[in-house]
């Protein structure tokens, strides 16, 4: 066949329901597992598939003892199969968002709090500027927030790149490198020096990530490079919130990143201690569909993210940096 002729074809003989039903077999390789989550018979499925690969001209799956698994074909028709699911799912969400007042929407995905801690100013700057919008926004892990930009159930994803390799599909648009720093309660009896020696912050108690997390891991391979020792710690916590309490109550030390010291929740009882440590911890990016070009709130949403670190992250620790060599230098 074609290809005109299946340009011409597509339109006017595809079914939906076809089209869902290859979607499922794709997801769980199998075809009584695609209609068990379905509520169909097998047999429906299997007619279904049969219906597709007739309209399109070429066989999409092999069976195999395991279930079935996708052609060279069954393959290259996924992702499309995948995005028009998307699209409409897209289309249901907007229409539901002007039927209820809204005058436009946008779907953001980030990774769990605090991992990006200027978000939520962004999108509080996005919402004064357009009162009659609706975000919505989701918290996931990298992989699942790629994932949900391929079946356009977001249009835009904020985390950082370290983590996450993009593929070919996705922009990326680096909105900021973020840095590693020590931090401090203004009570502990460090917090007004202008100068401390790692050594001397090797005899303070400290808090920390978990010894297998991948924060962690990055603090010791940074110290390392630069033939410092790692502290010992007296407490060990996966939640950041909770370093932060042991920091501010119990007086301790602790790993933090820049952005997050900037937009804390108590800011004003934290310091950034004068420890220099020459180490980016990897940028945080926006991310979007190649395929699909961002909306004009999606574009006004990364450029309100740039201006604020610019003036709340950029700023402020250049001014830090300046203020420290004036000093060594007097």
Request: hydrophobic share 45%; proline share 6%.
């Amino acid at each position: 066949m074609s290809a005109n002729t299946l340009i011409d074809r597509l339109p006017r003989h595809l079914k939906m329901g076809e089209l869902r039903v290859f979607v499922a077999v794709m997801e769980h390789r199998s075809f009584r597992k695609a209609a068990a989550a379905l509520h169909v018979t097998q047999p429906a499925v299997t007619k279904a598939v049969a219906g597709l690969e007739a309209l399109l001209g070429v066989k999409l799956f092999d069976r195999n003892a395991q279930g079935v698994e996708p052609t060279v074909h069954g393959f290259c028709f996924a992702p499309h199969a995948v995005a028009i699911f998307g699209e409409l799912r897209g289309a249901a969400q907007a229409l539901a968002v002007v039927a209820s007042g809204a005058k436009g929407s946008l779907r953001i995905g980030t990774v769990p709090m605090p991992g990006v801690p200027i978000l939520p100013l962004a999108i509080r700057d996005l919402v004064d500027a357009h009162p009659d919008i609706f975000v919505s926004v989701v918290e996931a892990r990298e992989l699942e927030l790629a994932e949900r930009l391929r079946k356009r159930e977001i249009e835009l994803a904020i985390f950082r790149l370290a983590l996450f390799n993009p593929g070919t599909d996705l922009r990326v648009d680096v909105l900021f490198e973020e840095r590693l720093t020590v931090l401090a309660s203004i009570e502990h009896p460090l917090a007004k020096r202008e100068a401390i020696s790692w050594q001397e912050l090797l005899g303070h108690k400290w808090v920390m990530a978990p010894a297998d997390s991948s924060f962690l891991d990055h603090v010791r391979r940074t110290l390392g490079r630069l033939g410092m020792e790692l502290p010992r710690h007296a407490v060990e916590s996966t939640s950041t919130h909770f370093q932060y309490g042991m920091v501010l109550h119990g007086r301790m030390l602790s790993f933090g990143l820049r952005s997050q010291y900037a937009f804390a929740p108590k800011r004003d009882f934290l310091v950034q201690l004068p420890v220099d440590l020459p180490s980016v911890m990897g940028a945080i990016g926006a991310v979007t569909l190649k395929a699909r070009e961002p909306s004009p709130l999606a574009r006004q949403l990364v450029g309100t993210l740039r201006s604020l670190v610019a003036s709340h992250v950029e700023a402020p620790a250049r001014r830090a940096s300046t203020s420290r060599a004036r000093q060594r230098r007097g």
